[in-house]
Nanobody, 120 residues
């Protein structure tokens, strides 16, 4: 059983900052990619940022404002969000591609989501 638990969401004013964290726990052999997705009301879930090894990838709308980082010793991933805009308002989901054993296939796991609201 694998669990992803997020923390750090909340209400912030435009131009402010928030830091999201996600910890993976349970029966984990290895983690390939970790990252963040978001879903705004009435919209499809979209990729925000992922990190694989030392390589990170961002959606264009957050490039230069958000930074994804990962601690492999703790199986955690973080998303530092600066210069937040109202259009960043969404539920943010942690994602990780995990193998529970060395012979298992890679599977995607999701957190429960954390609300980020950017409003004055």
């Amino acid at each position: 059983q694998v669990q992803l638990v997020e923390s750090g969401g909340g209400l912030v004013q435009p131009g402010g900052s928030l830091r999201l964290s996600c910890a993976a726990s349970g029966s984990i052999s290895s983690i390939y990619t970790m990252g963040w997705y978001r879903q705004a009301p009435g919209k499809q879930r979209e990729l925000v940022a992922t990190i694989t090894g030392g390589f990170s990838n961002y959606v264009d709308s957050v490039q230069g404002r958000f930074t994804v980082s990962r601690d492999n010793t703790r199986n955690t991933v973080h998303l530092q969000m600066n210069s937040l805009k109202p259009e960043d308002t969404a539920v943010y989901y942690c994602n990780a591609r995990i193998r529970t054993t060395s012979w298992d296939t890679w599977r995607d796991y999701w957190g429960q989501g954390t609300q980020v609201t950017v409003s004055s």
